[in-house]
């Protein structure tokens, strides 16, 4: 019997474009999928279209997030719960596969029988499925804890396809979270001791829309996402520590610390901010006078000094010495060849 495939989708407001999602599924070579589509509360007409794709095809199952709290990665666990596939792959419902991409999938993750998950190329576009070729990403060699945790992730939710009972194992989603799910998700795979294997050497196989109207990147700065960004360094330290892994990782720790503490006061959570100071030291990420210049710089912030160019450049530049972030490759590779759909 052909291994089935669980395609998992959270749905919330995308009448207008979902229609492109689904004709990409029902245009796949591989027949052996069900798509799971949880409905997060749409105020449009998305419930509607659903209904009729359900009815055009009964590999079609909706249903509508029966528990809380609200969210994107509630409602992808319900439907992985409710699937019956042997994989599962996640996809929202403003992005597209290629038509092969179930196939290619299911062909690389059984040629690696023993990975829990396998990770796939992705290429972002605006309008049209070949109008930018822009890699997600690429890779090049480095760690890849690493690079996640310094802004350069190898891969997002919808680049992996997942044995589902490896899934299952390793937690599902973090319900709590509001951003960076994929994030915490891969670190926490990564740190797990799971298995996987990267295939960027073959096609692009799902493009991801680059939406200026992105429910992540809505109040992409506000305090409930800041908050999740916070939770999603302080699970990987403490899984680290737990590990003995802090030292490994120490210069990309501190540059994710550096990140979210700016982040913090530049939205003005100041009181975030000084907490994350005294938080750090159980990992003892910096020295002394290292965080005197965070103080410093959290001060500027705090009382406007910002507005005093010299100051503000100065204790900018003084906080951010030796813990900058190496550049990377994320979102900036453009792929060079013609794109299959």
Avoid at 67 to 82: F, L
Avoid at 261 to 290: C, I, P, R, T
Wanted: a neutral charge.
């Amino acid at each position: 019997m052909s291994a089935v495939v669980s395609i998992i989708t959270p749905s919330f407001n995308r009448a207008d474009i979902v229609h492109e999602t689904a004709e990409s599924i029902f245009k796949q070579t591989y027949p052996h999928w069900e798509w799971m589509i949880v409905d997060d509360g749409s105020t449009d007409n998305s419930w509607e279209l659903l209904e009729q794709y359900a009815a055009k095809d009964s590999r079609v199952r909706i249903y509508k997030r029966d528990r809380d709290p609200k969210g994107a990665c509630v409602c992808r666990n319900i439907a992985v719960q409710r699937s019956t596939g042997d994989y599962v792959m996640f996809l929202d419902t403003d992005d597209v596969l290629a038509s092969f991409c179930l196939e290619q999938r299911v062909k690389a993750i059984q040629e690696n029988p023993d990975c829990d998950f396998v990770i796939f190329p992705m290429l972002m576009f605006k309008q049209k499925p070949d109008d930018m070729k822009l890699l997600w990403n690429i890779d090049n060699g480095k760690d890849d804890i690493a690079r996640i945790l310094t802004g350069d992730a190898i891969c997002q939710g919808t680049g992996t396809l997942w044995k589902k009972r490896s899934f299952i194992d390793i937690g599902m989603w973090d319900e709590e979270l509001l951003l960076w799910q994929d994030i915490e998700l891969h670190l926490r795979s990564l740190l797990g001791g799971m298995h996987y294997k990267k295939r960027l050497d073959l096609l692009p196989d799902v493009f991801l829309r680059i939406s200026e109207v992105s429910l992540s990147r809505t109040g992409f700065h506000s305090l409930p996402k800041f908050i999740s960004r916070l939770r999603v360094f302080n699970l990987t330290a403490s899984e680290m520590h737990r590990q003995g892994k802090i030292a490994a990782y120490r210069e990309e720790m501190r540059s994710m610390f550096a990140d979210i503490f700016a982040n913090a006061a530049y939205s003005n959570y100041f009181e975030q901010a000084s907490e994350m100071l005294d938080m750090q030291q159980q990992w003892q990420l910096f020295s002394v006078s290292e965080q005197r210049w965070f103080r410093n710089f959290l001060f500027t912030r705090k009382h406007k000094l910002y507005k005093i160019p010299m100051i503000e450049q100065y204790v900018t530049a003084r906080m951010k010495k030796d813990i900058g972030r190496e550049e990377g490759t994320l979102n900036k590779v453009i792929y060079k060849t013609e794109v299959h759909l």
